[in-house]
Nanobody, 124 residues
Framework: QVQLVESGGGLVQAGGSLRLSCAASGRTFSDYTMGWLRQAPGKEREFVAGVSWFGGSAWYADSVKGRFTVSRNNAKNTVYLQMNSLKPEDTAVYYC?????????????????WGQGTQVTVSS
């Protein structure tokens, strides 16, 4: 089992920045591909960003490319999502998720472990 706990959400004005963190425990963190996904009210959960288990590769949804940066610190068992130039349409509950050694995962259904989520609200 992998336990994931997100933090760092909040209310920010459009154009602002937030950094989300996700602390992992339970298994060898460096063996897991990590993803950030989000769900807005009335919408399906969608992929935002992912980082490979070895940390050498990151990938993004087109809607956040150039504004968001995902990174991980395997020594701290933590994955981050730096969000810049936030827009009202980025408002959602953000989840981190994990899958054992997956490659460029974008489908939410393939992630095995999920955090409880953290709310991000961007005001216009």
């Amino acid at each position: 089992q992998v336990q994931l706990v997100e933090s760092g959400g909040g209310l920010v004005q459009a154009g602002g920045s937030l950094r989300l963190s996700c602390a992992a425990s339970g298994r060898t963190f460096s063996d897991y591909t990590m993803g950030w996904l989000r769900q807005a009210p009335g919408k399906e959960r969608e992929f935002v960003a992912g980082v490979s288990w070895f940390g050498g590769s990151a990938w993004y949804a087109d809607s956040v490319k150039g504004r968001f940066t995902v990174s991980r610190n395997n020594a701290k068992n933590t994955v981050y999502l730096q969000m810049n130039s936030l827009k009202p349409e980025d408002t959602a509950v953000y989840y981190c998720a994990a899958r054992y050694r997956g490659a460029r995962l974008t489908d939410p259904s393939v992630y095995n472990y999920w955090g409880q989520g953290t709310q991000v609200t961007v005001s216009s």
